[in-house]
Each structure stands twice: as structure tokens, then as C-alpha cells.
């Protein structure tokens, strides 16, 4: 099934909308989205294979006077804001059902 | 940078572990930052660590699944590329096939001959107990030696002596002889197994004078007495004596046990020594001793116990038992033992088959990518990874290998087919023979092994060679230096192993002329033979026996197409024997006690039937045969008389046979050698007694006749039914087939190793062919530039011609050392000629090299019709 077709998870859907926010590191993305680790490394290495994310080391230069290891940053792609777009968009729909019976 | 301490970084090491390499680094410095992270707001980063390990799973699986991808594509290009190259691909894989299907049909007799587990539960705890005979091999014991065997020892849980047994079922229908057992009642723990219906013998029916008891197979339940539920209870009769039926076996119940010194049993039934006078006799070696050890029992430990009671019993009764001492033989050894030689040497050579075929298909694979070699390097000078090309290397391997492989196992099935119909009838297993799921293991285990060999070649040839280099190379279509060397290594080697093989062949062949030509002292040829064995109670006075006989004798005699008939109580090659201790009158005893010739009834015209010559003396002949009447007489064969008459006369010397208080024997006659057990023994001293001075109720009745000797079987079985209607007469053959049967081993040895040395040579040739036909394809320019240059087409010719010979000596010198390193390993198969025969060595190198001048010279051929300013204008 293409990636397309299928609607992805909410978590997914969380880690999109905390990247299209503009926060662009692991730790901070749970700490918005309060979904642990084990949850956010593997959707964004799968978002990453799909190419709907980009991920860089930042800049020594950046961190090297905090004596913090080198962090790897993920921002959006142009792929994965129209995917996140998409999914937005099926979601509403959804909620928009109104079933028969409840 | 900071290393993330405690258990959080352990957890986080461990996970590491399942990150594919190429992004381990990576993956770790963005935990470790991310850990970092965790501290620096105060959580706890053993929480996060967990984390890592998903993450880490879901990169494994993704790793995996990339490279599956990768084979599958590669898999697709490497059958499109295959599929575009038809030639190629057809000669791969019909090599393959040919040295897959090869070792795989020998691999599924290998399988079921020598490595299926005896049929027995834990049969691999039954043992053969046995004294070694002259040879070496276990021999047959007496039953007072198995009752102290079976007193003395603690090793065994059950042991049980066996003897052959020829019975005459006479219920329902034509007298039939059925083969059987007479053992004791623990046979049947031995083996392990238990009667489906009824039950087996109890130890009380082994004595002598107990009701006659019997277990009927299967298989003669069903076709003798149609299954009748109800047969446990009913008398049946046998040798004209009512048995009762109290038990039947299971229908997959083997009896190999009977089947390894006589013949498949149908029935079994008890021994009944005990309490007789035979029982406590030691000389009498006349039994098969089995027994199944205690679980807890190492065969090892057994053999030592063993040992030291056969010590005892030999310082007890020193006249009954010599130093040979006794062995403890696993059964399933055993069973395969006469065999196992030759199946492991087919093997060999087989492999040796597949090994040629592996460094061909390597050579093939290895000339087409120095043919792709302009095509990598260009691939690889645009960017591609060398990893990337060698992966479509090793799918070309796979796909190759898969396909040869899969046409292999048809090809080995059939093989399989041919292999048990050539195989002589006495291997045991032949029957479950089969493509069974290990004999496949094996197969895809072969086919593996071989894309291994002849895959890593190329691969091997492809590293270390520049982009920059190749294309130079190529500009000009040069064979690279390198794969070259290694495509001309290959060729030798296929030479070589070619060599081996066919030394094997040529000693094997020349065994066996020479057995065929030995004289085995008899013609068999216009001879037939059949059993006739006058048992019953009717039979049980010497008088009635010889009546019969030679009433049989003299009905048969005068039939017509008949020149001679005689009787004679084990016919040679029959596989059965009788010897004798004896004492020569004059002749001191030897220390080991009396010497043991073999010893033959006979009766009526047994010599000039077998045309067996007379050497002095007269034959034995009606006179002898008056019963009480005529003095007792014997005769000698030559060997006899040269050991125990050296340079004076034997006739009228005298012996004795049996025990002191036997009569003194008159010989009055000399005949020549007969080879008794095989072509390949030397005779031993023989001994003939006239049938009327020593009775036997076992008598092969032997008929030299005119013309045809399938004409007279009938006619001579009704003469035996028109002297006694219930005497069944089994084993009619003519000695022709006889003499055959003991060839058969060697003959079917012979042909596979002939067949398996053919594929070498064609391989090996089409090697050589290959080779040279690519190098002169290759060289066209260079030749074309020779010729230009006013080289004459003799020259060319010689140019190409001298390439592939001087190749081919390698490979024959290499081949000829190796064989003198490995034909010793055949010596037990060779008779009469030496592992290093010279004439076969050269003969065989002389052969390879003449083929291999031939499979030269085609290409050179084509070479010296190349026109010079045509290739040149090509260029």
C-alpha cells in the first residue's frame, strides 16, 4: 500500500505537526507531543526513509562552548508538509461523520 | 565527547548492536546526544534509553528488507542479462546439472546404504559378537561358546545365536522352500521388536523335545495363508514336521539380521539346542551371535569384557578356541560393511566430478566478465559502488546455481533410478534408496558449495583491478593477465582431476579383465544348478536319502541335451562352505590343532560335470558307493597334496575327518583348484568325500549339458517330482550367473567409476575447448597482425596448439602425482595389479593428452582461417 493511500498514525501525525511547528529536535519533539522515545526515533526514521523529513548534524561551532554532544535535527521536507496537510485534512473529515446510530 | 555513562549507555550500546554497520556510528552520537539532553532537563535517561531499542529494531528490519529488495532486483537484472546470453547460460548450467545430478544420485545411495539408522529401535546399541576368522572378519561361533558368553558377561541386555534354515512348506499348494531363522528366544530382544499377532518364543520352547513352535513374516502370512486372522494357534508344516504358528511380525519388520548371512527370513523359529547333545559342543562354529547392549554399556566397554571371558574360556578349553579372541562389531557396520568401501570411493570420485564441473562453470563466469570487463570498470568509473556490481555478480552466481541445481536433482533422481538398477542385489538399504528430504538437504548444501566455488572466483578476479586500468586493458580487447592466469589454472586443474579419475578407472578395468580371466578350476559355462534337498521324516535314515539321490541321478542322466550330472553338497561361489579339522597319517600335529580344509560331498559324475581335471589317482565312482560295503575314500585338490604330499605321491595316503575315532580315509585321487569363495582367493585344500560314506540331505544337483541349459530346468525339476513330489527345488541358476554374481560388485564399481571418469574427460576437454576458442576470439587482432606480418598458417596453428598442451602436461603431471597420492585408497578394490601400475599411468596420460590435442586443435583450426586484412579492417 502507498504511503498515500494510508492514513497515518496520530502519533505520526503529532511528530509532523510538532516538525511543521519548527521543533526540530528529538527530545523536544516528545516533550510537546508526550509520546515517548521508543515511539518518536522509529516514525521519524521511518519519515525519514519516505523523505517527508530531513535530518542534519547541527554545526560544531553551535555547541561547542556548552560541551554538549553534536544533536541531529530534523526539519520537513516539502513532501512531508503535504502529507501532513493531507492527513490534517482526512482527519477532519473524520470527525466529521456523523454516524447513524450512535 | 562525552561518553553517556551508566546503565542508560549500556542500554544504549546493547541496542546498537542491532543497527545495521553502515549507520551504527550515526545512530549512536544522536542517543548519546539524546541522552545528554534527557540530563540536562533533569529526567531520567533510563527511560529514554528505552527507546533506543525500538528504534534500533525498526532500522535492523529496514536494513533487511533494503537488502532483500536489493537481491530481488539484482536477481531480475541477473535473468535478464542470463536470458539475453542463452549460450552461456545453457552451458553453465548444463555443467552443473551434470556434476549436481552425478553426486546426488551416489549421495542417495550413500544416504540409504550407509548412514539410514538400522530399522531396530536404538538399533545402533545391536552388535555383532563374533571370533575373527583367517581374515579378520567376524566369524561364525559354536552354541556352547554363545551359552558361556551369555552366562559370563554383564554388557549385553539380551544375546541371541541365529543359524540359517532352509524349510519346506508343504501346506496349500506347490512345496515351497522358504528361507529362515532358527535362533532363540531372545532374538527378538535383540532386535527390539515383537510379533504384531500372538507372540514371540519363550525360553522353554528352545529345548530340545519342546512343542515345535514358529512366527511367520508378514509378508508369508499374507501370501501363503491370506492374512487369516486366526493363523495364531494353527499347525502348519514344515520339512514334513507340524510347527505351531504362535506368533506374526509387523510388515515393516527388516529381517536384516537373517539377510546378512543367509537369506531374507520368513519365518522364525527356536533353535532348540538346549538340553541336546549339540548344545555344549565348542567346535561346532556353525552360529551367528548378536546381542543389544545395556544402555549404559559403551560398546568399548563390552569389547574389554568380552575379552577377557573369550581368555578364560580359551584357558578352560584350550583345544577349542585359538588367540583370535573375540569382536563386538556394530551391526549397522556390518550391514553395510562389504560395501561401504566402494560407495565412500564413489563418492569421492563423484565429488571429484562435481569439482571439474565447478572450476569449468568458473571459467565460464570468469571469461565473460573479462568480456564485461570494459562495461564494469565504465559502470563503476559513472559511480557504482564496487559492493553494488559485486552484488550483481553473486545474483548471476545464485540464479546460475538455482537453476543448475533445480536440473540437477531431476537428473539425480533419474541417476538414482539407474544406480539401483545397476547396483548388485546383495547391497542392503538399495530398497529405500530415494530423494528423501535429506538427500535434498544435501543437494541445495552441494549446490551452495559449488555457486561458492565457482562464484568467489570471479569476485576474487574483480577486486583490486583500478577503473583506470581496466579501461586501458580493454581499449584493446587484451585478456587481463590476471584472470587469464587464473582461467589457465582452472584448466589444469580440470586436466588434473580428469587424471585421477580416469587412473582410477584404468586400475579398476584392469582388476577386473584380470579376475575375469583368473581360472576358477571349473567351467561353468553349459552348466546349471538347483537345489535339491531331501528333508522330512522320510528322510531322516541315510538309506532313503541315497536312494533318492541317485535315483534322481540316473533320471536325469538319461534325459537328453544332458552330458554329465552329478551331486555336490555346496557349489563353488554359492556362498556357502563346509570345513573340516582333519589328521594326516605321517604328519605331526600342529600346534594351532588340526587343520581345517574344505570339505565337499559329492556323488555321480560331479567332475567331469564341472570339468574339474583330474590330476592322478582315479575319480570317485559307483564303487564307492556301496554303502558299507566299499572302504572309506576321499580326494585331494592339488593345493592339498602340495601341502601335505609336497614332492611324493598322496595316492594312498591316508586321513581322518572329524574326531580321533573317525576311520582312516584311502586318497585315491587328485583334481585340480577350485576356487571356492571368490576369483580373487587363492584355493585352499579341499577335500572330497563319495555322498554314500557321509550322507547329506543338502545336495546341489549339477547338469552339464549339450546345447542350451535353460532347456533342461524343466525337465529336470519333473525328474525330482517324479522321484518325490514334495521336495521343492529353489535356487536353480546356471553357473554362468553364479560366477556373475560374484563379479557384480566390481562390475558396478567399475561402470560408475567409468562413467563419472567420461564426464571428467568431456569436462575437462570442453575446458581446454572453451579456453582456447576465447583466447583465439580474443587474440584475432594480434593474430591478424602475425599473419599480416607473413607468419605461415602453420605457424599460427602450432602458436594455439602449444598454448593448450603445454597447459594440458601441467594438468596430466599434476593429475599423475595425485593419483599415486590417492590410488592407494582403491587398493582393496584392485586384484592382481599394482596402485602405480606404469602402463596405466601412461597409457591414461598418453589418452588425456591425445584428446586434449584434439580439443586444441579446433580452435587453432579456426585461428590459421582468420584473413588478416579483413580482422585488420574490422579494427
Known amino acids: ?102 | 565527547m562525552r561518553r553517556p555513562d551508566g546503565f542508560a549507555g549500556a542500554l544504549v550500546r546493547v541496542a546498537a548492536l542491532l543497527v545495521p554497520r553502515s549507520g551504527r556510528a550515526e545512530w549512536r552520537r544522536e542517543w548519546e546526544a539524546e541522552l545528554a539532553a534527557w540530563r540536562e532537563a533533569g529526567r531520567s535517561t533510563t527511560g529514554s534509553a528505552m527507546g533506543a531499542f525500538p528504534h534500533a529494531l525498526w532500522l535492523c528490519w529496514e536494513g533487511w528488507t533494503m537488502k532483500i529488495e536489493q537481491l530481488g532486483r539484482n536477481l531480475r537484472l541477473a535473468a535478464r542479462t542470463l536470458v539475453r546470453r542463452p549460450l552461456f547460460m545453457l552451458a553453465v548450467v548444463a555443467t552443473l546439472a551434470l556434476g549436481l545430478g552425478a553426486t546426488v544420485s551416489v549421495f542417495s545411495v550413500v544416504h540409504a546404504v550407509l548412514l539410514r539408522p538400522l530399522p531396530f529401535p536404538e538399533g545402533d546399541r545391536i552388535v555383532v559378537v563374533a571370533e575373527p576368522d583367517a581374515n579378520g572378519e567376524p566369524g561364525p561361533v559354536s552354541h556352547g561358546t554363545v551359552v558361556d558368553w551369555r552366562v559370563r558377561s554383564g554388557s549385553f541386555e539380551a544375546l541371541a545365536a541365529v543359524r540359517g534354515w532352509q524349510a519346506t512348506l508343504t501346506d496349500e499348494g506347490d512345496p515351497e522352500q522358504v528361507p529362515a531363522l532358527r535362533t532363540n528366544a531372545k532374538f527378538f530382544d535383540v532386535v527390539g521388536v515383537r510379533p504384531e499377532l500372538g507372540r514371540a518364543f519363550r525360553a522353554d520352547e528352545d529345548l530340545e523335545g519342546a512343542e515345535r513352535v514358529v512366527v511367520l513374516s508378514h509378508a508369508l502370512w499374507q501370501r501363503r495363508f491370506g492374512g487369516d486372522p486366526e493363523i495364531v494357534g494353527r499347525p502348519i508344516t514344515l520339512t514334513g514336521l507340524d510347527y505351531m504358528v504362535v506368533g506374526v511380525m509387523p510388515a515393516d519388520f527388516e529381517p536384516l539380521i537373517s539377510e546378512l548371512y543367509f537369506q531374507r527370513a520368513a519365518l522364525w523359529a527356536p533353535l532348540r539346542y538346549a538340553g541336546s547333545d549339540d548344545a555344549d559342543c565348542r567346535t561346532c562354529r556353525h552360529l551367528r551371535a548378536f546381542a543389544r547392549l545395556r544402555p549404559d554399556v559403551p560398546l568399548r566397554t563390552a569389547q574389554v569384557e568380552m575379552g577377557e571371558i573369550q581368555r578364560e574360556l580359551a584357558g578352560m578349553h584350550p583345544d577349542a578356541y585359538d588367540d583370535r579372541g573375540v569382536r563386538l562389531v556394530p551391526l549397522a557396520s556390518e550391514v553395510a560393511g562389504p560395501v561401504r568401501r566402494a560407495l565412500w570411493l564413489l563418492l569421492g570420485a563423484v565429488s571429484f566430478v562435481l569439482l571439474i564441473a565447478c572450476a569449468n562453470v568458473a571459467s565460464l563466469v570468469l571469461a565473460r566478465a573479462s568480456g564485461q570487463r570494459r562495461e564494469v570498470a565504465l559502470r563503476a568509473a559513472l559511480g557504482a559502488g564496487r559492493a553494488h556490481l559485486m552484488g550483481q555478480r553473486l545474483a548471476e552466481c545464485l540464479l546460475l546455481a538455482a537453476v543448475g541445481g533445480t536440473l540437477g536433482v531431476v537428473l539425480g533422481g533419474w541417476g538414482t533410478r539407474i544406480l539401483v538398477a545397476l547396483a548388485p542385489a546383495d547391497v542392503p538399504g538399495l530398497d529405500h534408496v530415494a530423494l528423501d528430504p535429506p538427500v535434498l538437504a544435501f543437494a541445495v548444501a552441494a549446490t551452495a558449495l559449488s555457486a561458492v566455488l565457482f562464484g568467489i572466483v570471479p569476485v576474487l578476479q574483480a577486486s583490486g583491478v583500478g577503473p583506470g586500468e581496466a579501461l586501458k586493458e580493454g581499449g584493446r580487447g587484451v585478456v587481463g593477465g590476471r584472470s587469464r592466469r587464473l582461467r589457465d589454472a582452472l584448466v589444469v586443474l580440470d586436466v588434473a582431476v580428469a587424471i585421477v579419475l580416469l587412473v582410477g578407472v584404468g586400475l579398476t578395468l584392469q582388476s577386473f579383465v584380470r579376475v575375469l580371466r583368473v581360472d576358477p578350476g571349473f567351467d561353468p559355462e553349459g552348466v546349471v544348478k538347483m537345489e535339491v534337498n531331501a528333508l522330512g521324516p522320510e528322510y531322516e535314515e541315510e538309506g532313503p536319502v541315497l536312494g533318492f539321490y541317485r535315483e534322481v541321478e540316473r533320471r536325469i542322466a538319461s534325459l537328453p541335451g544332458v552330458e554329465a550330472v552329478g551331486l555336490v553338497s555346496q557349489v563353488p561361489m554359492g556362498g556357502s562352505f563346509d570345513r573340516v579339522g582333519i589328521a594326516v597319517e605321517g604328519h605331526e600335529e600342529s600346534p594351532s590343532g588340526w587343520p581345517s580344509p574344505e570339505r565337499y560331498v559329492v556323488q555321480g559324475d560331479y567332475f567331469r560335470a564341472m570339468r574339474i581335471p583330474l590330476l592322478a589317482g582315479r575319480a570317485l565312482g559307483p564303487r564307492d558307493n556301496e554303502g558299507d560295503e566299499s572302504p572309506f575314500v576321499v580326494m585331494i585338490n592339488d593345493t592339498f597334496a602340495r601341502t601335505f604330499f609336497p614332492g611324493e605321491s598322496p595316492i594312498g595316503g591316508r586321513l581322518k575327518m572329524g574326531s580321533e575315532n573317525a576311520p582312516w580315509r584311502t586318497i585315491v585321487g587328485v583334481v585340480g583348484d577350485v576356487r571356492h569363495y571368490r576369483l580373487e582367493d587363492a584355493p585352499n585344500p579341499q577335500l572330497y568325500v563319495p555322498e554314500a560314506q557321509w550322507a547329506s540331505g543338502y545336495m546341489n544337483l549339477v547338469v552339464r549339458t549339450r546345447g542350451e541349459p535353460a532347456a533342461v530346468i524343466d525337465a529336470a525339476r519333473q525328474e525330482v517330482w517324479a522321484v518325490d513330489r514334495g521336495i521343492p527345488v529353489p535356487g536353480v541358476a546356471t553357473m554362468d550367473e553364479v560366477v556373475a554374481h560374484h563379479t557384480a560388485r566390481r562390475r558396478f564399481v567399475l561402470s560408475l567409476l567409468s562413467t563419472f571418469a567420461t564426464v571428467a574427460l568431456v569436462l575437462a576437454m570442453a575446458g581446454i575447448y572453451g579456453l582456447l576458442a576465447y583466447h583465439v576470439a580474443q587474440r584475432t587482432h594480434e593474430i591478424g597482425v602475425r599473419v599480416a606480418l607473413g607468419a605461415a598458417r602453420s605457424d599460427v596453428f602450432r602458436l594455439i596448439v602449444r598454448e593448450g598442451m603445454s597447459l594440458t602436461l601441467v594438468g596430466v603431471a599434476l593429475g599423475l602425482l595425485g593419483a599415486l597420492g590417492l590410488t592407494r585408497y582403491l587398493s582393496s578394490m584392485l586384484f592382481d595389479v599394482e596402485p602405480t601400475d606404469p602402463l596405466t599411468l601412461l597409457g591414461v596420460a598418453g589418452l588425456t593428452a591425445a584428446v586434449a590435442f584434439v580439443a586444441c586443435s579446433l580452435p587453432a583450426r579456426r585461428a590459421t582461417r582468420l584473413d588478416a586484412p579483413v580482422v585488420l579492417s574490422i579494427e
Do not use: C
Open chain 1, 1 to 102: 500500500m502507498s504511503p498515500r493511500n494510508r492514513l497515518p498514525s496520530p502519533a505520526t501525525v503529532a511528530v509532523l505537526k510538532a516538525l511543521a511547528e519548527g521543533i526540530s529536535y528529538g527530545f523536544d519533539i516528545m516533550d510537546v507531543t508526550e509520546l515517548p522515545s521508543g515511539t518518536v526515533y522509529p516514525i521519524l526514521a521511518r519519515l525519514e526513509r519516505r523523505k517527508l523529513v530531513q535530518a542534519s548534524w547541527e554545526d560544531p561551532a553551535a555547541h561547542r562552548d556548552t560541551g554538549r554532544p553534536a544533536r541531529k535535527y530534523y526539519r520537513l521536507t516539502d513532501a512531508g508538509r503535504s502529507a501532513l496537510d493531507e492527513a490534517a485534512e482526512r482527519y477532519r473529515a473524520l470527525g466529521a461523520l456523523r454516524p447513524e446510530r450512535a
